[in-house]
């Protein structure tokens, strides 16, 4: 396993999920609620901006790698449905949304794999409308956690639980895209 700053970026997100997950579970009059949608929102964006930025660096310092490739969408979907099974379970975000989410997630991931085992993994590589999808849910999550005021009249509840409506509309449509070119290479093939 290559050890690099890229890699070390992927494995920060990584254990970032139990501190994530755990500051929720600490009793109230150690850390208030307010207190814990603070700081869960920014372990959050760091785990967000450090997905954005071991890519970046991989490709920038060429320091890419097989195991940096498996490691980093591990990562991103291990947070994503951690982050997405605690706001469910504090009553912030619908499970059946939830479900559609971490479901697309490991299918496509299965996909990925199943495609790369056939020599046909360029054909499932990330699309647009994946990267829309993300970013709804990043947005989506953000928004869903901190659960207060931001800005004076701007609602975080109201936005996140829009943003995780249209992150759930982008996660079908994203997966039937993902399926269809899938379809296609077999047909082809």
């Known amino acids: ?37 603070m700081i869960g929102a920014t372990i959050f964006a760091v785990a967000a901006l450090t997905d954005w930025f071991d890519g970046y660096l991989a490709r920038r310092w060429n320091q890419t790698s097989s195991f940096g490739a498996f490691l980093d969408p591990v990562a991103d979907k291990l947070m994503v449905a951690a982050a997405l ?4 379970e504090i009553g912030r ?5 939830a479900v559609i989410i971490i479901g697309r997630e490991i299918t496509i991931s299965a996909l990925r794999e199943w495609m790369a085992q056939l020599g046909k993994t360029k054909s499932v590589a990330v699309a647009y409308i994946g990267k829309l999808k993300t970013a709804a849910q990043m947005l989506a ?3 869903l956690l901190w659960s207060g005021p931001l800005l004076p009249g701007v609602p975080t509840d109201l936005i996140g639980a ?6 759930g509309v982008l ?10 070119v899938a379809a296609q290479q077999f047909r082809e093939g």
């Open 1 to 37: 396993m290559p050890l690099n700053l890229p890699i070390l970026l992927t494995w920060l997100r990584v254990a970032l999920i139990p501190v994530f997950v755990g500051l929720f579970y600490l009793p109230d009059v150690l850390v208030s609620m307010p207190m814990k949608n």
């Open 162 to 167: 829009i943003a995780l409506y249209i992150a």
């Open 141 to 143: 999550i953000l928004f």
């Open 85 to 88: 099974i605690l706001l469910v």
């Open 93 to 97: 975000a619908p499970a059946w949304l």
């Open 171 to 180: 996660t079908i449509v994203s997966m039937f895209y993902y399926l269809r």
